[in-house]
């Protein structure tokens, strides 16, 4: 148990059928997989399945999207890092693959075909409802247990991610585990905390920056990114035509009046950059708040950046999520790497999933970092205080049903 949520180790699998739901959701270019780093996070969960029949269920993009396609390449990518073959059926439910499932040997594993080609699977409906599904009610004959090591994918109400809770004894898998444990040291640990938050997109920053401060969990938040630049015009800074069109671009319906009363309520916890990197005939400049002249803001100042990086040392948990500036371009890297290096050297540093995450690889950082969580919208949702659907079901049915259930029964013990 972890906060009262079943783990693997509140079941008995060896020798079981077991539909695991993972997320493997990837950057694919020309067919490619860019990024394998989801995939080698549920390498310990389906290793210690090693003695079950395993099924796993996986999603790859959205329908509509270029890089929405089959699981195909992504069952090869498993079977090389698992060092044995992890069979990939192009169904979901057909007979052909319920046939298969029913013949599975010990130690086998399938994977079936990106569960969003079928139309129900992302529906945001409650876990009964999906226990009604098409999906569900084909598949669930086969199998003893249901897995979620989907941390990810935990904020969405999907069929293959709730549908089986209500109607198979359910627990999270190792990586739920380690990405729930992190989450709480950034959220409950008593050490001083601070939050450095940025990124382009701004909705989910506030949401975030809110409960952190409402709720006293950090001593600072540190600004930076588009939300840095928005919280100084809030304060009554010029920030030039340019870039207040990108804020209001990236806004996302946040009111002005709402977040300027944040920040006066918070204005001594909420840290905002000094300076600021400029670009100037396609060159990056540094200038003061001061010398600035509308020019384009691409990343936070130096000595913005020095000055986080000094403040993160004094912190005993460090939580970044979202970029400094435009760090795919070189010139515009210095505030986000400055920032991650400085984060190293807190007690205990945590990336979320996204651009941080992917900068702190480029920068050759990662093995520096204490966690970094291999989720986007699930870590800010569980940053911003927000029950995940998900784990919250696999919580509730093990207390009313599973516990019940499997205490009088051999799925157990
Ligand atoms: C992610 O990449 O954040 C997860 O795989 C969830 O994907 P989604 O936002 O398309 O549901």
């Known amino acids: 148990m972890i906060n009262d949520i079943p783990t693997l180790d509140d079941v008995r699998v060896d020798n079981k059928s077991i539909v695991m739901r993972i997320d493997i959701n990837a950057p694919i270019v020309d067919s490619k997989i860019l990024d394998f780093t989801r995939f080698e996070s549920h390498i310990p969960t389906i290793k210690e399945l090693e003695d079950a029949k395993l099924v ?63 139309s129900e699977e992302q529906l945001e409906r409650t876990p009964e409802e999906h226990a009604e599904s098409h999906l569900v009610k084909k598949l669930k004959k086969y199998f003893d247990i249901f897995v979620n090591d989907a941390f990810s994918s935990s904020h969405r109400s999907h069929a293959s991610i709730v549908g089986f809770v209500p109607v198979l004894p359910s627990v999270v898998g190792r990586l739920v585990e380690k990405e729930v444990a992190a989450l709480n040291v950034a959220l409950k640990s008593d050490g001083r905390k601070l939050f450095i938050l940025g990124g382009a997109k701004m909705k989910d920053p506030v949401k975030v920056m809110k409960n952190v401060l409402e709720n006293g969990i950090a001593e600072k ?32 319906g946040l009111k002005d009046e709402e977040m300027k009363k944040l920040f006066e309520k918070y204005r001594e916890k909420i840290v905002l950059p000094v ?9 990056r400049i540094d200038v003061t ?63 979320g999933g996204g651009h941080a995450a992917s900068a702190a690889e480029l ?51």
């Not at 509509?64 to 059926?89: I, M, N, P, Q």
Request: charged share 30%.
């Open 275 to 283: 300076d600021l990197g400029v670009e100037k005939e396609g060159k």
């Open 363 to 413: 920068f050759g950082l990662s093995n520096k970092i204490g966690y970094i969580s291999t989720a986007g919208g699930a870590c800010i949702s569980y940053l911003s205080g927000e029950k995940l659907p998900a784990i919250e079901a696999i919580k509730d049915y093990w207390k009313k049903k599973w516990n019940v259930v499997l205490r009088n029964n051999s799925a157990r013990s």
């Open 56 to 118: 796993l269920l996986a999603h790859q993009s959205r329908p509509g999207r270029k890089d929405f396609t089959t699981l195909e390449e992504h069952a090869k990518v498993l079977s090389k890092l698992l060092g044995k073959e992890v069979e990939y059926l192009d169904e979901i439910f057909s007979s052909r693959v319920q046939e298969k499932i029913k013949n599975m040997k010990n130690g086998e594993i399938i994977l079936l075909e990106n569960v969003r080609f079928y």
């Open 289 to 351: 708040l001061e010398k600035f002249k509308g020019e384009v803001i691409k990343d936070i100042g130096i000595e913005t950046a020095k000055l986080y990086a000094e403040l993160a040392k004094e912190y005993d948990v460090v939580v970044v999520k979202g970029v400094a500036g435009v760090f795919e371009d070189q010139k515009f890297a210095i505030g986000t790497h400055e920032i991650l290096k400085g984060v190293t050297k807190s007690k205990f540093s945590i990336v």
């Open 221 to 252: 938040v540190a600004l930076t990114g588009v939300l840095a630049n928005y919280f100084l015009k809030l304060k009554g800074f010029d920030i030039g035509k340019e870039n207040e069109k990108v804020v209001e671009e990236n806004k996302e």
